[in-house]
């Protein structure tokens, strides 16, 4: 059983338009939850994390994300896409029933903006 | 210093070659982690390392080594690689110690190395 999905492998926006790239979980346990992006040929950057407390997590370069227990979700948002944010998304979940301790990413999501 | 740095950035070796790859942080951290990255793919862990001993191997083949002389240090071994093993190898540590979840802080990741074998 997977424990991150991410709907959708390619994400394309115009530039000024809403981003929204979706993510869901399965845990038996309150997870942490957390985003990351990839630009070509680099690491992986932290955008935001949900450990606890607030459900709405703002992170680095206008992006938030919403963790919403009832539907095992923490889709990110940004709600004016720059051509800099074309990058590769991945929503990554810890821990889960399955893999422990072990942080375990989704497919990942590549986001194109379009000019 | 908030970074993990690993070099080389980029490495080509022949199969029969012996190479080492290095990693560093001087954040403290606790747990340090070798991921596997092919094209179009979500990192693959690989090793963990938590108080400087070697928590998890993901069956890893032997041609594979990791090492971690201190607390700061983290190197990945290479011998006798075949080319599909050419992907991009990042490097992670976390605040915490793997065992305690080790993630309430996230991840730090390096910028990886780009492995290539001929």
């Known amino acids: 059983a997977q424990s991150v999905t991410q709907l959708g492998s390619h994400v394309s926006v115009s530039e000024g338009a809403l981003v929204l790239l979706r993510c869901n979980y399965s845990s038996s346990v309150p997870p942490y939850l957390f985003w990351y992006v990839q630009y070509p040929n680099q690491g992986l950057q932290l955008l935001l994390k949900y450990t606890t407390g607030a459900t709405l997590v703002k992170g680095i370069n206008g992006f938030e994300a919403e963790f919403k227990k009832s539907e095992t979700s923490f889709h990110l948002t940004k709600p004016s896409a720059h051509m800099s944010d074309a990058a590769e998304y991945f929503c990554a979940v810890s821990p889960s029933m399955e893999y422990g301790n072990k942080l375990v990413f989704g497919a990942g999501t590549i986001l194109r903006v379009k000019s | 210093d908030t970074e993990v740095t690993q070099t080389p950035k980029h490495l080509v070796m022949g199969m029969t070659n012996k190479k080492s790859l290095k990693c560093e942080q001087h954040m403290g951290h606790r747990a340090m982690y070798w991921y596997k990255q092919k094209a179009k793919k979500p990192p693959e862990l690989m090793f963990v390392?938590?108080?400087?001993?070697?928590?998890i191997n993901e069956s890893v083949p032997s041609r594979f080594s990791p090492e971690c002389p201190n607390s700061s240090l983290l190197n990945l071994h290479l011998h006798a690689l075949q080319p599909e093993d050419s992907a991009l190898y990042l490097c992670?540590?976390?605040?915490?110690?793997?065992?305690?979840?080790?993630?309430?802080?996230?991840?730090?990741f390096g910028s990886g190395t780009r492995l290539t074998v001929v």
């Open positions: 390392y938590s108080y400087e001993k070697l928590s």
């Open positions: 992670a540590s976390s605040q915490d110690g793997f065992e305690a979840g080790g993630h309430s802080y996230g991840y730090t």
